[in-house]
């Protein structure tokens, strides 16, 4: 669901401009991560640092796989920011476990793990990552402004490997305005081609909408920008439940 902010003119105008031209000029070229490597440290190139990581059998060969986010250990600042807050690039990998010892990278993603530096008055989006036992990733993201919008949002992503590559399979949303209590709820099975949405407005009054959508197919995570993520925008270019801006 789209999360359009309500700032004050003069804030969305210079915050939002700056955050892209610094995205454009203080970019440097990511590192392009080794194929192979005997543990996970191998991983991590000169001038980053793991953020985190977990494991797991991810690709269902009874071998244990990683998942894991490295950051730059140089930071950058979004020109004119009057938070002036630090932010650090973001690698996603995912590394198989080789049955004679090892690991080989799956995937390398730059864009997936944000940093918030869209809007210096957004918390860390990004809140946890989990691989169930099914194998399938999960990857959390959170969305709270300290100014600028009254809105606050949870985001699920669940990828799946299947057919030599990552594909989301299923996502959740929740969100909730702060001053009027209303609530908006997605879920979305990409597998099943369901699509339910709820929306509750500031009288309590319930909306429920369930459709299945013939056109929708599992995304890639190339495809996917958490920032502004709507489900359906793949299948109708734009959500036929949709009701609010946000």
Excluded at 39 to 58: A, C, H, R, T, Y
């Amino acid at each position: 669901m789209r999360k359009k902010l309500l700032l004050p003119l003069i804030l969305f105008v210079s915050g939002l401009l700056s955050a892209q031209d610094c995205f454009e000029d203080c970019l440097e070229d990511y590192p392009k991560l080794k194929k192979e490597a005997a543990n996970l440290d191998q991983f991590i190139p000169k001038g980053w640092e793991l953020m985190g990581s977990v494991n797991g059998d991810i690709n269902k060969d009874g071998i244990t796989d990683y998942v894991f986010i490295l950051e730059s250990k140089e930071k950058y600042k979004i020109p004119d920011d009057f938070m002036n807050k630090e932010f650090a690039h973001r690698i996603l990998g995912i590394a198989f476990g080789k049955k004679g010892g090892g690991y080989h990278l799956a995937l390398q993603n730059n864009k997936f793990i944000i940093n918030g530096d869209q809007n210096s008055s957004l918390d860390e989006p990004f809140q946890d990552m989990e691989i169930k036992k099914n194998g399938t990733i999960w990857f959390k993201f959170y969305f709270f402004y300290s100014a600028g919008s009254w809105w606050v949002s949870n985001d699920t992503y669940v990828f799946r490997y299947q057919n030599n590559r990552f594909e989301l399979i299923g996502h959740e949303s929740s969100s909730l305005h702060r001053a009027t209590h209303e609530e908006s709820t997605t879920s979305t099975n990409f597998s099943t081609k369901m699509y339910h949405f709820t929306y509750t407005d500031e009288n309590g009054k319930k909306e429920t909408s369930k459709k299945k959508v013939k056109a929708m197919k599992p995304l890639l995570m190339e495809e996917i920008d958490p920032y502004d993520f709507n489900p359906l925008a793949h299948s109708y270019g734009e959500s036929p439940f949709e009701k609010k801006e946000y």
